[in-house]
């Protein structure tokens, strides 16, 4: 910083003064405070040698602000980004459940074997439970896009229930053997939103109940990926 003095006061003296409030960083409201403390060891509150030191002082706190400015920009850009990665990973791979409905890493059925208490438990809500299950895989027939959105008829194309159609008449998301209401991707940049009917024409978005998937009318979409299996 290049010093501008008036007389009363040398330029290693405004550096000093410059330097002594910089101690506060990155606390712009502390910097702001102890300037005035800090002036009193070069001249009295007032006169031509204050209004310098409080412009430099104030221009000094003012880029502070941009700093902090910036730094919490990042944070905020690296926290979601961080948020997104955690939520991919929590949240894992649509599977088939022995209920018939599909849901996130399979659904369990409503009892279950608990083999440490040696008896059928609930299995709701039960970190015991053995939830791994096939993997659904599914391509689109009679499909559309527009904007980079898509959609269409969901056809299974895995092993597990091969050749049925995905469908929500009850609003649970399962495997039937006719065609049932086509299925509409929303890009939303680093996820989908998938929706039963159109978004825009009374359709009903997909969500996470319980781990299964269900549609469900105005109900927060739920944030979905999707792996292009070809």
């Known amino acids: 910083m290049k010093a501008h003095t008036v007389e009363g006061i040398t330029e290693a003296q405004v550096h000093e003064f410059a330097a002594e409030v910089r101690k506060a960083e990155p606390n712009t409201t502390d910097m702001r405070k102890n300037k005035y403390k800090i002036m009193q060891k070069y001249t009295a509150t007032f006169g031509p040698v204050a209004d310098l030191l409080d412009v430099v002082a104030e221009t000094i706190v003012l880029a502070q602000d941009r700093v902090n400015e910036a730094r919490l920009q990042a944070w905020t850009e690296g926290s979601q980004a961080l948020e997104d990665q955690v939520w991919r990973a929590s949240h894992g791979v649509v599977r088939f459940g022995d209920d018939g409905r599909l849901g996130i890493n399979g659904v369990a059925p409503e009892y279950q074997w608990n083999a440490?208490?040696?008896?059928?438990?609930?299995?709701?809500?039960?970190?015991?439970?053995?939830r791994t299950a096939p993997a659904l895989w599914v391509k689109v027939v009679d499909g559309w896009e527009k904007d980079g959105h898509w959609g269409g008829h969901l056809q299974v194309t895995?092993?597990?229930?091969?050749?049925?159609?995905?469908?929500?008449?009850?609003?649970?998301?399962?495997?039937?053997?006719?065609?049932?209401?086509?299925?509409?991707?929303?890009?939303?940049?680093?996820?989908?939103?998938?929706?039963?009917?159109?978004?825009?024409?009374?359709?009903?978005?997909?969500?996470?109940h319980d781990n299964a998937l269900?549609?469900?009318?105005?109900?927060?979409?739920?944030k979905f990926n999707v792996q292009d299996g070809s």
């Not at 399962?174 to 939303?188: L, N």
């Not at 269900?214 to 739920?222: G, M, N, S």
């Open 214 to 222: 269900r549609f469900v009318k105005d109900a927060t979409p739920a």
């Open 158 to 208: 895995c092993r597990a229930q091969n050749g049925k159609w995905i469908d929500s008449s009850d609003g649970w998301v399962k495997p039937k053997s006719a065609k049932g209401d086509p299925v509409s991707f929303y890009d939303m940049g680093d996820w989908y939103e998938i929706w039963q009917g159109d978004r825009d024409n009374g359709g009903k978005p997909m969500v996470i």
């Open 116 to 130: 440490d208490k040696k008896k059928d438990e609930k299995t709701s809500h039960a970190d015991w439970a053995p």
